[in-house]
């Protein structure tokens, strides 16, 4: 007979992410320390998830700052079927440095539903890490750095620190600088 209109509901669109993306107020980011939005294939993600020997590849992916999702490059680089959507939080190392990197796995379909507790760690990756036994990817960015990029790569890729995640989030999400 007819298409059943709620199955057509269920796609997400580009566009569905970029109003999703936009409707995070600026007091929100900042209660979520200011993570970053990043893409990474979702092919991309399994093969290197279930080879350990391949993380540096994931993370030279989801560290990428092309890979950073915005309002203004969604349309170009997202594919809500193919992509999944990492939140990159930073926290500290035992010196006190802001280097420690995770990121917490997003199913595009999931951020859509509900971007505020999906870019807060205490809400969507801790909880599931202690649900799921196991940890989200995470590196030292230094250590990713050092032995991973070589000298051209090295120029490309920032820390992704709080201060850099901040700038980023109020240049190219909240438009203030």
């Known amino acids: 007979m007819g298409t059943d209109i709620t199955e057509q509901k269920d796609i997400?669109?580009?566009?569905?992410?970029?109003?999703?993306?936009?409707?995070?107020?600026?007091?929100?980011?900042?209660?979520?320390?200011?993570?970053?939005?990043?893409?990474v294939s979702k092919e991309a993600?399994?093969?290197?998830?279930?080879?350990?020997?391949?993380?540096?590849?994931?993370?030279?992916?989801?560290l990428l700052p092309s890979h950073f999702l915005t309002p203004d490059n969604a349309q170009e680089k997202l594919k809500p079927q193919e992509d999944f959507l990492f939140i990159v939080h930073s926290f500290k190392d035992k010196n006190g440095k802001d280097t420690i990197i995770k990121t917490i796995t997003t199913r595009v379909e999931d951020f859509v539903d509900d971007p505020v507790n999906m870019i807060y760690f205490s809400h969507?990756?801790?909880?599931?890490?202690?649900?799921?036994?196991?940890?989200?990817?995470?590196?030292?960015?230094?250590?990713?750095?050092?032995?991973e990029l070589n000298d051209?790569?090295?120029?490309?890729?920032?820390?992704?620190?709080?201060?850099?995640?901040?700038?980023?989030?109020?240049?190219?999400?909240?438009?203030?600088?």
């Open 124 to 147: 969507h990756g801790n909880p599931c890490e202690g649900r799921g036994g196991g940890m989200y990817p995470t590196c030292n960015f230094w250590e990713f750095w050092d032995r």
């Open 45 to 62: 993600f399994a093969t290197n998830a279930n080879n350990p020997e391949k993380t540096a590849q994931f993370f030279m992916q989801a």
């Open 12 to 39: 997400v669109t580009v566009e569905d992410v970029r109003e999703a993306l936009t409707g995070i107020s600026e007091r929100t980011w900042e209660d979520a320390n200011w993570p970053i939005i990043s893409i």
């Open 152 to 177: 051209a790569q090295k120029d490309i890729y920032p820390i992704p620190d709080t201060n850099f995640r901040k700038n980023f989030i109020q240049r190219n999400i909240l438009k203030k600088k």
